[in-house]
Nanobody, 122 residues
Framework: QVQLVESGGGLVQAGGSLRLSCAAS????????MAWFRQAPGKEREFVAVTTYIGSNSLYSGSVKGRFTISRDNAKNTVYLQMNSLKPEDTAVYHCAAGLIYSVTERSYDHWGQGTQVTVAS
């Protein structure tokens, strides 16, 4: 059974930083592309970042590029999202996702975590 468990969310002041983690089990982690998506209240879930199987390439949404960094540790079956210079508009539930295709679209991902709440106060 595949499980993705996010952690590291919380309440932070604007301009602050958080590091999210997503621990995976039940799958061959290095065979999966890993991504982060987020969903703000009243909005659809949106793509944040994706990294390839060994982390050699990454892609970011325009709203987070330059502030967020996705990375992975295949020895620990974990993907991370370092979030700097946080803004109130970054407030959302952040989900990690695992898929076989390097993609920015939700339907490309087979497995999802439950999410972790990030709240940025102004």
């Amino acid at each position: 059974q595949v499980q993705l468990v996010e952690s590291g969310g919380g309440l932070v002041q604007a301009g602050g930083s958080l590091r999210l983690s997503c621990a995976a089990s039940g799958l061959t982690f290095s065979s999966y592309v890993m991504a982060w998506f987020r969903q703000a209240p009243g909005k659809e879930r949106e793509f944040v970042a994706v990294t390839t199987y060994i982390g050699s390439n990454s892609l970011y949404s325009g709203s987070v590029k330059g502030r967020f960094t996705i990375s992975r540790d295949n020895a620990k079956n974990t993907v991370y999202l370092q979030m700097n210079s946080l803004k109130p508009e970054d407030t959302a539930v952040y989900h990690c996702a695992a898929g076989l295709i390097y993609s920015v679209t939700e339907r490309s991902y087979d497995h999802w975590g439950q999410g972790t709440q990030v709240t940025v106060a102004s």
